[in-house]
């Protein structure tokens, strides 16, 4: 038999993570796009919000997930999944589709408009990417009924969709493109000599030595291991 509501109310450890709960599904929502830099711009159907109030999307490192608000069209479904983590949307069927990402940042697959139609990430003379380093969407998707959708533009009217927090790079690949070369190296030398922030996870990546900070060490030791007088990061 169910419990009442009053039963759980009543008792403090449920009651927390009940609460818990709820401040999870709010986190999740809202999505890890900046807060500013939020807007992609349809041709035909005005400015789309991807931190939209009672909605947002969230970049993970191989999907992405949540809905968007476009100002004229109503919700954007970037994925039917919910779960988090890593996943790959097999966009065969109405009930498994959704935007994947690969180690690049090059983005494919559709996305749901419900009154606008599928939106295609990787079209014909179009696509996609979110840039590993600054997190930018770049590029144009398509949508089957109402044309083009812009992510990025630096003209008279600027706008751009930005992930704040993009991908968990693994340790020395500072990028996030599936190997570790002399491109994380010039990379973590950025960071170590100030001249790029870098993401948090990015910053994470590059601290290859784990001491809790970026310096020429970490440069040093990320190198070595490129050029292979190195066998393993510590
Ligand atoms: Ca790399
Ligand atoms: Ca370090
Ligand atoms: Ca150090």
């Not at 606008?116 to 840039?131: S, T």
């Amino acid at each position: 038999m169910a419990r009442k509501l009053s039963t759980y109310l009543r008792h403090p450890v449920l009651l927390a993570g009940i609460l818990l709960c709820l401040v999870a599904v709010a986190q999740a929502q809202t999505g890890n796009i900046d807060s500013v830099n939020k807007w992609a711009w349809g041709t035909n159907i005005g400015w789309i919000n991807f931190r939209p109030s009672h909605g947002g999307v969230t970049v993970y490192e191989d999907h992405l997930e949540g809905y968007a608000w476009g100002e004229n069209v109503g919700w954007i479904r970037l994925g039917s999944y919910t779960g988090g983590g890593s996943y790959t949307y097999a966009n065969t069927t109405k009930d498994d589709y959704g935007i994947n990402r690969d180690p690049s940042g090059n983005l494919s697959g559709y996305a749901w408009g419900t009154n606008i139609g599928w939106i295609n990430f990787l079209p014909a003379h179009g696509g996609v990417a979110i840039d590993p380093i600054t997190g930018s969407f770049t590029g144009y998707a398509w949508g089957e009924n109402v044309g083009w959708i812009s992510f990025k533009n630096s003209g008279a009217i600027a706008y751009n969709v930005v992930a704040t927090t993009v991908i968990a790079v693994t340790r020395g690949d500072v990028n996030g493109d599936g190997t570790i070369d002399l491109l994380d190296v010039r990379l973590c030398l950025q960071i170590a000599t100030g001249y790029l922030d870098g993401t948090p996870a990015q910053r994470q990546a590059t601290d290859v030595d784990s001491d809790g900070d970026v310096d020429e060490t970490d440069a040093q030791i990320l190198s070595e291991y490129v050029i292979g007088m190195r066998s393993a990061l510590p």
